[in-house]
């Protein structure tokens, strides 16, 4: 099984910030990688996948970068609106998630 | 426009079984990967199971021989048989609708969630 860690489990920052978030693969799994952001109460929603891809209707100052083992998430310009936790998923073999990293307030 | 919308979640005693449901609008289930996907209370995502458009079927590892994932072709439906429920299946339950490229496939879709509570 593939097995996925994301650094850090929880981050703070303020609005403006640029962030990022580290995930790391067990095996490679190429660029079969996509990135979650889910709000409390609420489903995940796509905001990249293959690695770097936009989602449509994803803004711009999110983006990926990233294969084989090492890929980040990178948010240019923290908004009010990108408090949340966010989820590295693999998808080369079957389906793995890390384990979330939150974004708070600093 | 695409809607996943689950039901059957509720309050079951260990051991027992609960059957979801997911019903799926703006698509045909048929034609695509439809995989289930859980969240324990306070914790991270949990792939489940999957129905491949060519009717495979797949679960991790936690769930074999207790649930069964199928579909109803005619209600553009999707089932989750739960079986020999324990308290650790506790969890929110999310209906996804994978798309992609070939064998390599994302969720781009979820339903609202519907809650799961094994628990005497």
């Known amino acids: 099984d593939i097995q996925m860690t994301q650094s850090p489990s929880t981050l703070s920052a303020s609005v403006g910030d640029r962030v990022t978030i580290t995930c790391r693969a067990s095996?490679?799994?190429?660029?079969?990688l996509a990135w979650y952001q889910q709000k409390p109460g609420k489903a995940p929603k796509l905001l990249i996948y293959?690695?770097?891809s936009l989602e449509s209707g994803v803004p711009s100052r999110f983006s990926g970068s990233g294969s084989g083992t090492e890929f980040t998430l990178t948010i240019s310009s923290l908004q009010p609106d990108d408090f949340a936790t966010y989820y590295c998923q693999q998808y080369n073999s079957y389906w793995t998630f890390g384990q979330g990293t939150k974004v708070e307030i600093k | 426009e695409v809607q996943l919308v689950e039901t059957g979640g509720g309050l079951i005693q260990p051991g027992g079984s609960l059957r979801l449901s997911c019903a799926a609008s703006g698509f045909t289930v048929s034609s695509n990967y439809m995989s289930w996907v859980r969240q324990a209370p306070g914790k991270g995502l949990e792939w489940v199971s999957v129905i491949y458009s060519d009717g495979r079927t797949y679960y991790t590892d936690s769930v074999k021989g207790r649930f069964t994932i199928s579909r109803d072709n005619s209600k553009n439906t999707v089932y989750l048989q739960m079986n020999s429920l324990r308290a650790e299946d506790t969890a929110v339950y999310y209906c996804?609708?994978?798309?992609?490229?070939?064998?390599?496939?994302?969720?781009?879709?979820w339903g609202q969630g519907t809650l799961v509570t094994v628990s005497s």
């Open positions: 996804t609708r994978a798309v992609g490229r070939g064998d390599f496939e994302y969720f781009q879709h």
């Open positions: 095996q490679s799994i190429s660029g079969w």
């Open positions: 293959e690695a770097s």
